[in-house]
């Protein structure tokens, strides 16, 4: 079974994901966080999920509730477990994020929000956005076999990959930039800010049930916000 | 033992779509080899096999005696120098001074070494050994990456498309850089599909057709052969122009279709033996 | 057609902001609908900064450059609209707009923004597609083709708008043999009602292509005129490649001052790009 929601219902569970993760109670981010994970077994790509999971975070997870129970000292903050009350804010996002992503892929992302025929600046903005990551993930993936080439030992140790990495940090932000003016260029000359009616061949229009789901969210988000 | 050595070498991206078929060839070290093939053909992948990018799904590589892989990596570039086609994926430095010694440095040598002071010169980077490699116009880039993989100073070279979107003087830059290697005793091969290029720099062709190796012979030989322009065709490939009328006037086939022409050549090539 | 061009350029420089030099100074030239010019020239002597002010990404993008001359479009309009210019840039993937998932999808996209009516849409694509021999590749993702299989797609995309003005950066860069024929038989096709703009290193095809060309070397024109008589002008054309044909002769002959050299070189043009086309 393949679950796909509407770009819309993602950016609602989004904000509801930041809402509660800031708001919520650590009960509201418990049964949040059990929410998400159920409808994780449900996704096609539920492998990658979980492997990014294992990798990143929950031992990202650990960590923080190490460091902030154990290692630093405890801030006046009223909850039993500082540690804790960090890593669920953590998770909360973090499983939001994964989910999104395991759900949907750029191109899709850009198709619905397009059929919501929101002002082309929004389009525009999403579609360079998704540009950066996506052209920064590449660039460093090329350079880190060009660096190889170029007689890299990449096993010789993690702390001697990571020091090589670190300069590259900027240099691939800058392309990445670079990359993304180049394709706003490129956009604007397709037209993309034409300010005649556009025409639609493939439209992905919110089913009902997105259009429940998203206001059911925001609902939700907005009455947390209020009676936190 | 030849330098690369392609033992029925197989290989494919995904299970239903091969991209080499058994491809069997060995180079020697100071061999100047063309690899040439349509889009598609296999060249860059084979490339990439050469150093131990990818492993092969069946046959083996050699490279001086080393099986390639990723943890054999840095032996392999110890021994061959590479270009890859795009130069924006391999620039990573923020001077092209830098750039030029990274590889060098991974290899323990450093700025005053006797290579990159040459390479430089050879290139003729002097001016611009402090600019940001972003700041380089596309051509120049692809000179950059050439120019790092020479520094190196390893015994063999790989260059793919080294010739794809430069002008004139990175052309006569490359041709210098090319001629100097051969003067040096380095053999190298090009991944190119401008054969008016690779067939003046290199003494061998190879060439790839859907993962297959389809030609592979001394290029004086094979542009000796009767049908070498119908064996290019039937490969995708166009023989250049020089060899191409070379051709036809040894065998006066131009005349049937340009008698016009053909007059006018025969009395040029007369009043020029004549002039000295 | 109108007598008076359809694009006119007259003293027309411009200078990046913080730049020392000029990306170009002083091109004129005047182009009519039906046209083609070509510029060549070595890397670096701004013929793609021409190109970006001549399609209005320098007055668009970088408006705090030094700009001087005159450029008339026939529209006297500040930029030219996007559904009225096609731009094939240099590098291809740029051109991506990444957004749609298959390639038939990516030549619609710009359509779609420009407001085209769904069944003409439909019309180009295939006209695309079968131009540019993209059937086995018209479901696949934009972003699994190849560098020039994704060139292709990018030629399609501009030209699946039908501009009246097209611009082209280099666009035989990682095209094989093959695919150079398909992008001259389009260009011909094309050019009859439109202007074309060509910035290429090979003379092959700007002698098989275009009716003037413009020879920029440092951001100065050294000559304006028609393909055939570049060379056999007495400018200094040594930072070019020297175009196939003549290098042959040369090769072949020896030497090129002789008497009949204006006649052979015709000869050998047309020769060579009846080759190509066939």
């Given at each position: 079974?393949?679950?796909?929601?509407?770009?819309?219902?993602?950016?609602?569970?989004?904000?509801?994901?930041?809402?509660?993760?800031?708001?919520?109670?650590?009960?509201?981010?418990?049964?949040?966080?059990?929410?998400?994970?159920?409808?994780?077994?449900?996704?096609?790509?539920?492998?990658?999920?979980?492997?990014?999971?294992?990798?990143?975070?929950?031992?990202?997870?650990?960590?923080?509730?190490?460091?902030?129970d154990?290692?630093l000292?405890?801030?006046?903050t009223?909850?039993?477990?500082?540690g804790?009350?960090?890593?669920?804010?953590f998770?909360?996002?973090?499983?939001?994020?994964?989910t999104?992503?395991?759900?949907?892929?750029?191109?899709?992302?850009?198709?619905?929000?397009?059929?919501?025929?929101?002002?082309?600046?929004?389009?525009?903005?999403?579609?360079?956005?998704?540009?950066?990551?996506?052209?920064?993930?590449?660039?460093?993936?090329?350079?880190?076999?060009?660096?190889?080439?170029?007689?890299?030992?990449?096993r010789r140790?993690?702390?001697?990959?990571?020091?090589?990495?670190?300069?590259?940090?900027?240099?691939?932000?800058?392309?990445?930039?670079?990359?993304?003016?180049?394709?706003?260029?490129?956009?604007?000359?397709?037209?993309?800010?034409?300010?005649?009616?556009?025409?639609?061949?493939?439209?992905?229009?919110?089913?009902?049930?997105?259009?429940?789901?998203?206001?059911?969210?925001?609902?939700?988000?907005?009455?947390?916000?209020?009676?936190? | 033992?030849?330098f690369?050595?392609?033992?029925?070498?197989?290989?494919?991206?995904?299970?239903?779509?091969?991209?080499?078929?058994?491809?069997?060839?060995?180079?020697?070290?100071t061999e100047?080899?063309?690899?040439?093939?349509?889009?598609?053909?296999?060249?860059?992948?084979a490339?990439?096999?050469?150093?131990?990018?990818?492993?092969?799904?069946?046959?083996?590589?050699?490279?001086?005696?080393?099986?390639?892989?990723?943890?054999?990596?840095?032996?392999?570039?110890?021994?061959?120098?590479?270009?890859?086609?795009?130069?924006?994926?391999?620039?990573?430095?923020?001077?092209?001074?830098?750039?030029?010694?990274?590889?060098?440095?991974?290899?323990?040598?450093?700025?005053?070494?006797?290579?990159?002071?040459?390479?430089?010169?050879?290139?003729?980077?002097?001016?611009?050994?402090?600019?940001?490699?972003?700041?380089?116009?596309?051509?120049?880039?692809?000179l950059?990456?050439?120019?790092?993989?020479?520094?190196?100073?390893?015994?063999?070279?790989?260059?793919?498309?080294?010739?794809?979107?430069?002008?004139?003087?990175?052309?006569?830059?490359?041709?210098?850089?090319?001629?100097?290697?051969?003067?040096?005793?380095?053999?190298?091969?090009?991944?190119?599909?401008?054969?008016?290029?690779?067939?003046?720099?290199?003494?061998?062709?190879?060439?790839?057709?859907?993962?297959?190796?389809?030609?592979?012979?001394?290029?004086?030989?094979?542009?000796?052969?009767?049908?070498?322009?119908?064996?290019?065709?039937?490969?995708?490939l166009?023989?250049?122009?020089?060899?191409?009328?070379?051709?036809?006037?040894?065998?006066?086939?131009?005349?049937?279709?340009?008698?016009?022409?053909?007059?006018?050549?025969?009395?040029?090539?007369?009043?020029?033996?004549?002039?000295? | 057609?109108?007598?008076?061009?359809?694009?006119?350029?007259e003293?027309?420089?411009?200078?990046?902001?913080?730049?020392?030099?000029?990306?170009?100074?002083?091109?004129?030239?005047?182009?009519?609908s039906?046209?083609?010019?070509?510029?060549?020239?070595?890397?670096?002597?701004?013929?793609?900064?021409?190109?970006?002010?001549?399609?209005?990404?320098?007055?668009?993008?970088?408006?705090?450059?030094?700009?001087?001359?005159?450029?008339?479009r026939?529209?006297?309009?500040?930029?030219?609209?996007?559904?009225?210019?096609?731009?094939?840039?240099?590098?291809?993937?740029?051109?991506?707009?990444?957004?749609?998932?298959?390639?038939?999808?990516?030549?619609?996209?710009?359509?779609?923004?420009l407001?085209?009516?769904?069944?003409?849409?439909?019309?180009?694509?295939?006209?695309?597609?079968?131009?540019?021999?993209?059937?086995?590749?018209?479901?696949?993702?934009?972003?699994?083709?190849s560098?020039?299989?994704?060139?292709?797609?990018?030629?399609?995309?501009?030209?699946?708008?039908?501009?009246?003005?097209?611009?082209?950066?280099?666009?035989?860069?990682?095209?094989h043999?093959?695919?150079?024929?398909?992008?001259?038989?389009?260009?011909?096709?094309?050019?009859?009602?439109?202007?074309?703009?060509?910035?290429?290193?090979?003379?092959?095809?700007?002698?098989?292509?275009?009716?003037?060309?413009?020879?920029?070397?440092?951001?100065?024109?050294?000559?304006?005129?028609?393909?055939?008589?570049?060379?056999?002008?007495?400018?200094?054309?040594?930072?070019?490649?020297?175009?196939?044909?003549?290098?042959?002769?040369?090769?072949?002959?020896?030497?090129?001052?002789?008497?009949?050299?204006?006649?052979?070189?015709?000869?050998?043009?047309q020769?060579?790009?009846?080759?190509?086309?066939?």
């Amino acid at each position: 079974m393949k679950i796909k929601f509407h770009p819309i219902v993602l950016i609602a569970l989004l904000i509801f994901a930041f809402i509660t993760a800031l708001a919520g109670e650590i009960i509201h981010q418990l049964l949040f966080i059990a929410l998400l994970l159920f409808v994780s077994v449900f996704l096609k790509k539920r492998k990658a999920f979980w492997k990014k999971m294992a990798t990143f975070g929950i031992p990202l997870t650990v960590v923080l509730i190490i460091l902030n129970d154990v290692i630093l000292p405890p801030l006046a903050t009223g909850h039993p477990s500082q540690g804790i009350h960090y890593a669920l804010r953590f998770l909360v996002l973090l499983i939001c994020l994964l989910t999104i992503v395991h759900t949907t892929t750029p191109t899709e992302f850009a198709l619905g929000l397009r059929s919501l025929r929101l002002p082309p600046r929004f389009n525009h903005i999403f579609l360079l956005s998704f540009e950066v990551f996506d052209s920064f993930r590449t660039i460093t993936r090329n350079v880190t076999i060009a660096q190889q080439l170029r007689g890299f030992r990449i096993r010789r140790n993690i702390f001697n990959r990571a020091k090589n990495l670190f300069p590259l940090f900027f240099p691939v932000v800058f392309s990445a930039l670079s990359m993304s003016l180049d394709r706003g260029i490129a956009l604007d000359l397709k037209g993309i800010n034409s300010p005649s009616a556009k025409t639609y061949l493939a439209e992905w229009k919110p089913t009902i049930l997105d259009k429940l789901t998203t206001v059911f969210l925001i609902v939700c988000s907005f009455l947390f916000f209020l009676f936190r | 033992m030849a330098f690369v050595e392609f033992t029925n070498v197989g290989f494919s991206y995904s299970h239903n779509s091969p991209v080499l078929h058994s491809i069997s060839f060995s180079i020697e070290r100071t061999e100047h080899v063309m690899l040439a093939g349509t889009i598609g053909a296999g060249k860059s992948t084979a490339l990439k096999l050469a150093v131990g990018l990818f492993a092969p799904d069946k046959g083996s590589i050699r490279v001086d005696g080393i099986s390639p892989s990723i943890p054999s990596l840095y032996e392999i570039v110890k021994r061959i120098g590479v270009a890859l086609q795009n130069p924006s994926d391999q620039i990573f430095c923020s001077t092209v001074r830098e750039e030029m010694l990274y590889g060098l440095r991974n290899l323990g040598a450093n700025e005053t070494s006797d290579t990159f002071q040459r390479t430089v010169a050879l290139f003729g980077f002097s001016r611009l050994l402090d600019k940001h490699p972003y700041d380089l116009h596309p051509a120049q880039r692809r000179l950059l990456t050439i120019a790092s993989a020479i520094a190196m100073n390893t015994p063999f070279y790989i260059f793919d498309e080294p010739t794809s979107g430069i002008s004139k003087p990175e052309r006569e830059s490359i041709v210098g850089a090319l001629h100097q290697l051969r003067i040096a005793g380095k053999g190298y091969m090009l991944i190119t599909h401008d054969l008016a290029f690779g067939m003046e720099h290199c003494d061998r062709i190879l060439v790839f057709n859907k993962g297959i190796l389809a030609v592979d012979e001394s290029l004086p030989d094979f542009l000796q052969r009767e049908n070498a322009q119908g064996i290019l065709k039937k490969n995708g490939l166009q023989m250049p122009i020089v060899p191409r009328m070379s051709a036809q006037l040894a065998q006066n086939t131009i005349t049937a279709q340009y008698p016009d022409f053909i007059s006018q050549l025969r009395q040029q090539q007369t009043s020029s033996k004549q002039a000295p | 057609m109108t007598a008076h061009p359809n694009l006119l350029l007259e003293h027309f420089s411009y200078t990046y902001p913080f730049a020392d030099r000029p990306a170009f100074t002083d091109v004129s030239f005047e182009l009519l609908s039906g046209e083609t010019l070509g510029i060549v020239g070595p890397s670096t002597s701004g013929k793609t900064s021409l190109l970006y002010a001549i399609a209005g990404i320098l007055q668009k993008h970088f408006p705090a450059g030094i700009m001087s001359g005159n450029i008339l479009r026939e529209a006297a309009k500040p930029f030219i609209s996007p559904a009225e210019i096609g731009f094939v840039f240099q590098d291809q993937y740029m051109q991506l707009s990444g957004a749609t998932e298959t390639v038939e999808a990516e030549i619609a996209f710009s359509l779609e923004q420009l407001g085209t009516p769904p069944n003409i849409i439909r019309e180009r694509i295939v006209e695309q597609v079968s131009q540019f021999h993209l059937e086995h590749l018209a479901r696949r993702h934009p972003q699994t083709l190849s560098g020039g299989e994704t060139r292709m797609l990018a030629l399609a995309c501009e030209m699946a708008k039908h501009p009246r003005c097209l611009l082209l950066d280099q666009p035989t860069e990682s095209l094989h043999p093959e695919g150079i024929n398909l992008l001259i038989n389009a260009l011909n096709r094309i050019k009859q009602s439109a202007m074309l703009i060509v910035v290429e290193h090979r003379l092959e095809l700007i002698n098989a292509l275009c009716d003037k060309v413009l020879f920029l070397l440092n951001g100065n024109q050294q000559f304006y005129g028609h393909p055939s008589e570049l060379f056999s002008s007495d400018i200094d054309t040594h930072s070019l490649d020297i175009p196939s044909w003549i290098d042959a002769q040369r090769k072949l002959l020896g030497h090129v001052e002789t008497l009949s050299y204006r006649k052979s070189l015709r000869t050998l043009q047309q020769w060579h790009s009846s080759n190509l086309q066939t």
